[in-house]
């Protein structure tokens, strides 16, 4: 396709690691059993993902390794070992029984990022019951939709979110049990309430057998409510063989690591790659509970000597906003493989990575209806900056047109995968007819544009809502952001196609300046003849607007729908997972 040539030579430069598989699959056919048995798993004993990410290890060497570094956000530290979180998981699962919570009931947390979400959900886990996470900086109404949809009985909280939703309680005529945790100690129990403490308190560290198989659901997830109202996918324990694989090939997992994902457990992200898959992989991991500053970030990586570090597009562009200067503040050596997911990643933040932290951004491609990772560019591929790289083992994806049929490297179609992976999600909650069309002639119809190259790289386009048509050309957003990306003045572009009685539609871009510039004509003026070097006429932006920050969902993605519908004066549609509220 037309895409912008900015490969720079370093990238050739840079060792990657042997893959000391030379037959590793890159896509198609998988032998999963393989994973089961080096997972140890016995179907007729039952499959849990508590035991496969915790009790197993529990009962193993590394029962006194440390999995969980906890810094707060007022600087206090804890850590758990394997043994640890065996024992306590093990207590909140009976407290739940003790509650009279059965297999299958919905637990949801809505917690700041502190250990005993991480207990909590591993608890319910054991005990059968399917969890839902949320984001602790939800605002009433989205707490509301998605426990009355799921119809919660256990809400996990703390005093102070309790209070932002009290009003709303009458409302949720299936939640029966609140558990705060109160980490500060000496909250008034309001009559009902369970306190975390006591209930852990009284109830026994032991849990023995395993409660669950394969196919019994695990965790919901609302997914991000970039591009319409968020819809609960639901996801079964079997997806941990995966999350256990992904972490080996994708995350590049060894014993010794000490792995950092940034993400919150109210998104996808933050559970299958913040706890599933380093914990079934026994590895030891930071969780910073404070939001982002760029000093703050690497002074963690220096303090806990992060080796892998798995981060979004969001956090890498705010990260160079922040500057180089910052980097060189901190001892940040351990680094040594880097993964990026939730958008496209920017060919120049690629680059970026490679000037400061000497290795370039692995860029990753999943959703919250695949689970897991499925296309990925390894750390022993050459990394072509912009793509998001090949097809996991196991996945069959392909590029198909509007009929869905497949299309050669090359062509611009819908991004699709052969169902059938282990983590792949089961339902939508409550919304069967929707799961059933995402289904089409065989394939799962991911929602995004992409197309391959002759080498079997994916290179994504945008989301099939957001792809713009202008003049007969389909535009992908992604393009025309990167090109505006390696300015120097400009932090962060988000793209949409602007109604044109002639062209049908026109490309608009809407541009957040880096600290020190200035939103002058020039520089629009400038923006807009450097994009039009970079692109095709058709493609350059018509026009720029500068904006101080772009609106993103809280798991960091912009929001092209409601730059868009701000532009058009229309209704700004579903904005519960919109930052500010
Ligand atoms: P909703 O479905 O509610 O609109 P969402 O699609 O943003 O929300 P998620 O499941 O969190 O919810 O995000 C998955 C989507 O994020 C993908 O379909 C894709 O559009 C985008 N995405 C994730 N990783 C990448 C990547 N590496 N490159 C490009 N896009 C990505
Ligand atoms: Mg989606």
């Known amino acids: 396709m037309n895409y912008p040539e900015i490969t720079k030579p370093d990238i050739d430069k840079i060792p990657v690691r042997p893959n000391l598989d030379p037959n590793f699959p890159l896509g198609g056919e998988f032998d999963w059993a393989s ?25 193993s060497s590394r029962r006194d390794k440390v999995a969980l570094y906890w810094e707060g956000k007022n600087g206090d530290r804890e850590s758990y070992t394997f043994g640890d979180l065996s024992k306590l998981t093990s207590r909140f699962a009976n407290a739940l029984l003790g509650l009279g919570v059965k297999k299958g009931d919905r637990v949801f947390t809505f917690l ?32 509301r939709d998605r426990l009355q949809d799921s119809g919660a009985k256990v809400l996990l909280t703390s005093p102070s979110l309790r209070e932002r939703i009290a009003p709303l309680l009458p409302e949720l005529p299936d939640l029966k049990h609140l558990i705060i ?13 369970s306190i975390y403490g006591e209930i852990m308190d009284a109830a026994s560290p ?14 919901m997830h609302y997914t991000s409510g970039t591009t319409g109202k968020p819809k609960g996918a639901v996801h079964v324990h079997h997806a941990a063989i995966q999350h256990f694989a992904t972490g080996k090939w994708v995350l590049d997992f060894h014993e010794d690591d000490v792995y950092w994902c940034t993400a919150d457990p109210g998104w996808v992200t933050g559970t299958s790659y913040g706890m599933f898959s380093p914990w079934t992989n026994g590895i030891t991991q930071v969780v910073y509970e404070g939001g982002f500053r760029a000093s703050t970030w690497y002074s963690l990586i220096e303090r806990y000597k992060v080796t892998v570090w798995y981060t979004a597009p969001t956090a890498i562009r705010m990260l160079m906003k922040a500057g180089e200067k910052v980097v060189g503040q901190h001892d940040i050596s351990s680094l040594r493989h880097i993964c990026s997911v939730g958008e496209p990643l920017n060919p120049e933040a690629v680059i970026w990575g490679l000037k400061v932290f ?20 390894y750390a022993f591929m050459a990394v072509r900056p912009g793509s998001m790289g090949r097809p996991t083992p196991g996945i069959t994806a392909a590029i198909l047109d509007e009929n869905y049929a497949e299309l050669p490297p090359g062509k611009e179609g819908q991004l699709a995968i052969k169902p059938g992976w282990p983590s792949m999600f089961r339902t939508y909650w409550n919304n069967p007819e929707l799961y059933q069309s995402r289904f089409q002639n065989g394939w799962y119809i991911t929602g995004d544009n992409a197309y391959t190259d002759d080498d079997g790289y994916f290179w994504f386009v945008g989301r099939a809502d957001d792809v713009i048509n202008t003049a007969g050309h389909l535009v992908g957003p992604f393009e025309v952001e990167s090109a505006l990306m390696e300015h120097p003045a400009v932090a962060e572009a988000g793209v949409i196609g602007k109604p044109d009685p002639i062209a049908m539609e026109v490309v608009k871009a809407f541009v957040a300046l880096k600290d020190g510039y200035e939103p002058t004509p020039e520089l629009r003026r400038e923006l807009m003849q450097f994009a039009r070097r970079k692109l095709a006429s058709a493609t350059a932006p018509r026009d720029i607007e500068f904006i101080d920050s772009l609106p993103k969902t ?24 919109l930052e500010e509220f």
């Open 112 to 143: 700041e990022r502190v250990p005993e979400i991480y207990i909590a959900i591993f608890g319910s886990l054991k005990m059968g019951a399917i969890v839902g996470p949320l984001f602790a900086d939800f605002g009433p109404d989205p707490v």
């Open 554 to 577: 809280r798991s960091g993605k912009i929001m092209r729908r409601l730059l868009k519908a701000k532009e058009l004066g229309l209704p700004l549609g579903d904005t519960s997972t």
């Open 181 to 193: 945790v109160d980490r500060a100690g000496g909250y008034p129990a309001q009559a009902g309430d």
């Open 206 to 219: 032991d849990f023995p057998g395993i409660t669950t198989g394969a196919e019994d659901y695990s965790i």
């Open 35 to 59: 994973i089961e048995k080096e997972m140890d798993i016995n179907h007729q004993e039952g499959l849990n993902l508590t035991h496969l990410a915790i009790d197993r290890h529990a009962a």
């Open 358 to 377: 000497q290795q370039p951004i692995h860029d990753n491609w999943w959703q919250t209806e695949t689970g897991a990772q499925l296309i990925a560019n």
